[in-house]
């Protein structure tokens, strides 16, 4: 036998290398797998002591809660069948992907992704690969809320009407120290004052703002309205609070914005445009028409799942778990009510 | 060469599981061309909650097999209804509105289980006493900030003489500490006090007088003197419970106490993967993950 190892020491060697190699090999694949497990034929998901937590059990425990998932996956199913993808929607969904995706990015963290991941599952979608899927559903459907909006607003518009609606513009100066302007800053301030009594908001906004987003804009801010708040706009406080207090074509004061994220301050104008909801809605400006649709949307409860179920209505329905249908009935009933 | 290929074999074997319900295939709802199936739902819904829903359904288990639901446990769920009621009266409908069946449904899964989580918690503190113990020090004592040695010490002086606590922090404390001669579980979440004192009152073998001041490592340290009344972990568990059982850190700690003497397992990748990214301490069935949380923790 030792005449065997002496004289097959290499061969053996070789061979044990081999062995030790394919074991780590075996191992290092299996590293962080989990085992499968049945009770009485059902997938097991976890067990402790003597029980065992099934696939079945945690459905049971699930689908008593999900009416939200079921009218989030019956919203992307009417909506998918119900609106045409156009170019423009690809590619507005790419953006809000990109978006998301960079934010995630950025983030730099798993866990993150994770949140991301199980928020999609909860709207119905399977996994953080089903971003753009989502991103363009959110594009179809605003489409389908925007195109019903337009066809009923007539009747919509009472749900505004107390709201104080209105199109805003702002100029924008910065100033070093606005409590105590130089001369330069002085001589620009007087010439906003007298472009503005001259010719118009617009032109001086044109001309002098220093907010270059909106001076592109002839100034245009956009559309705000009582529900409106700094968060949701961007808009400060108290600029915000003023262009309420406003009548159409009124103009205020210089107003002191501290920039909450530098804490710089600068000085602004703000601007009622319009107030008439039918020219505002009439307005063909991107941003206007989708913060007066959101706006809208927020001020009668249940109007966006109004108009999925009348976008429905082409479709073939059917519900083959008739506890399903309850469970939605039932969501759609808390949507309409103000309370989902 | 064989064996290279069987390793291949072996590990292409170990593929990811993941689970399924027996009727996966069940349609739900039709919409035009799109159905639904059970096991899609499924699949969404162990996404979005499944990390939390086992753990409550863990925890269920746990519940039952330590502090079994009794007479006292469902009359305290159900006064806590009541309370709930008399100041909603909507609560049912609400709750309807929520999946629950109806009040009983909630009281079973909400209310009842709360009411189990705060006796467990209690249990805990004796199941696991060692080891809080060892973490937490704890201790009943009367402790007195100064704001100098030289009152430090007079202050030291006058305990030994026999004044109380009391008498002694009115006389050498400092007016804005909060440690002013009352009565207190001492911890190690007292981050102001030194540690040195913190170890050295659970650990004296008995009550009484300190021997010492104890100052902080710091550039402008505090003085402190104190008498210990109790550090009978037995003797004060209850008060212990009462004071570390609210501590965020506790329930987890707790948690993952009962989670290991159940052998918790997880047969299912994506919940494994969840849980190994965001709380590998609940894979207790792996120590190398729970290594990892501590580390991180």
Partial sequence: ?340 | MPLMLSALLLSGCSSEHTTSITDANEKVMTIGDVSVTKGQEYDLLKTSNGPVQVITMAQNVIYDKEVPVNEEMKKQAEDQFKLIAENNEKVVDQIVNLGYKDKQDYIDKVLLPSVQAQALMKKYFVDDAETIELQYKPSIAQVIQCDTKENADQALQALKDGKTAQEVAEQYGLDSSSYTGSEELVTTNDSALPTRLINALNSASEAGVMPEVYETEDSNPAYYVAVLVSNDYDENVDRIADTLGSDSSMAKSCLVYYLTKYDFEVFDQELFDYYKQNTPEYLVTHPDLMETAKETD
């Fill in chain 1, 1 to 340: 036998m030792s005449d065997l190892f002496k004289d097959n020491w290499f061969v053996i060697l070789i061979a044990v290398i081999i062995i030790a190699f394919v074991g780590y090999f075996v191992y290092d694949s299996n590293t962080g797998k989990v085992a499968s497990k049945k009770a009485d034929g059902k997938d097991v998901v976890a067990s402790l002591a003597d029980s065992n937590i099934t696939a079945d059990a945690l459905f049971e425990n699930f689908s008593q809660f999900d009416g939200a998932l079921l009218y989030n996956l019956y919203r992307n199913a009417v909506v998918e069948q119900s609106v045409e993808t156009t170019k423009e929607m690809e590619e507005q969904a790419k953006s809000m992907e990109k978006t998301i995706r960079s934010n995630v990015s950025s983030q730099n963290s798993s866990t993150y992704r994770d949140a991301i991941t199980q928020e999609l599952a909860s709207y119905g979608y399977g996994s953080y690969d089903d971003l753009y899927d989502y991103a363009l559903m959110t594009v179809k459907q605003r489409s389908l809320n925007q195109e019903y909006v337009d066809a009923h607003f007539e009747n919509l518009k009472d749900s505004l009407k107390d709201a104080k609606p209105r199109i805003v513009s702002i100029i924008k100066m910065e100033a070093a120290d606005p409590q105590n302007l130089t001369d330069e800053e002085t001589k620009k301030r007087d010439s906003i004052d007298k472009a503005i009594e001259s010719d118009s908001f617009a032109q001086a906004a044109t001309a002098f703002s220093d907010d270059a987003a909106t001076a592109a804009k002839d100034g245009l801010f956009g559309y705000v309205d009582s529900s409106s708040s700094a968060s949701s706009t961007g808009l400060d406080q108290n600029l915000l609070t003023k262009a309420l207090e406003m009548e159409k074509g009124e103009t205020s004061d210089w107003i002191e914005v501290k920039n909450t994220q530098t804490g710089v301050i600068s000085l602004y104008k703000i601007h009622v445009d319009e107030t008439d909801l039918e020219k505002i809605h009439q307005n063909k400006d991107e941003d206007v028409k989708k913060s007066l649709l959101f706006s809208i949307l927020n001020a009668k409860a249940g109007l966006e799942a109004d108009i999925l179920e009348s976008a429905a209505k082409d479709l073939k329905i059917e519900f083959e778990d008739q506890d399903a249908k309850e469970k939605l009935d039932r969501y759609i009933e808390q949507l309409k009510g103000g309370n989902a």
